[in-house]
């Protein structure tokens, strides 16, 4: 079975970058499209980013959209979240997750990781 552990998360300042990171214990990674959610305290979890099995597709919220780069390395089983110019409304715990197939809905991804909490002061 595929098991997702995300790390990377911290207290920043606004405009300061972040790199949160996936990592999947099954040999399957690569045939995983993967996503990133979100959830701010109180609220309800919300797409971030997904990107493709091979890499070569990807997609964003609005909200983040030229500030986050998703990536990743089938070689080393990892999913990446480069958090730029971060700002304090990103504060959230931060979600990776696996689906077989694509989408941007929660209801797409069986496979989720316990999340990362990012916090962003202004």
């Known amino acids: 079975q595929v098991q997702l552990v995300e790390s990377g998360g911290g207290l920043v300042q606004a405009g300061d970058s972040l790199r949160v990171s996936c990592a999947a214990s099954?040999?399957?990674?690569?045939?995983?499209?993967m996503g990133w959610f979100r959830q701010a305290h109180g609220k309800e979890r919300e797409f971030v980013a997904t990107?493709?099995?091979?890499?070569?597709?990807?997609d964003y919220a609005d909200s983040v959209k030229g500030r986050f780069t998703v990536s990743r390395d089938n070689a080393k089983n990892m999913v990446y979240l480069q958090m730029d110019s971060l700002k304090p409304e990103d504060t959230a715990v931060y979600y990776c997750?696996?689906?077989?197939?694509?989408?941007?809905?929660?209801?797409?991804?069986?496979?989720w990781g316990q999340g990362t909490q990012v916090t962003v002061s202004s």
């Open positions: 997750a696996a689906g077989v197939l694509y989408g941007m809905s929660t209801s797409r991804y069986n496979l």
């Open positions: 099954g040999r399957a990674f690569s045939s995983l499209q």
């Open positions: 990107i493709s099995r091979s890499g070569t597709n990807t």
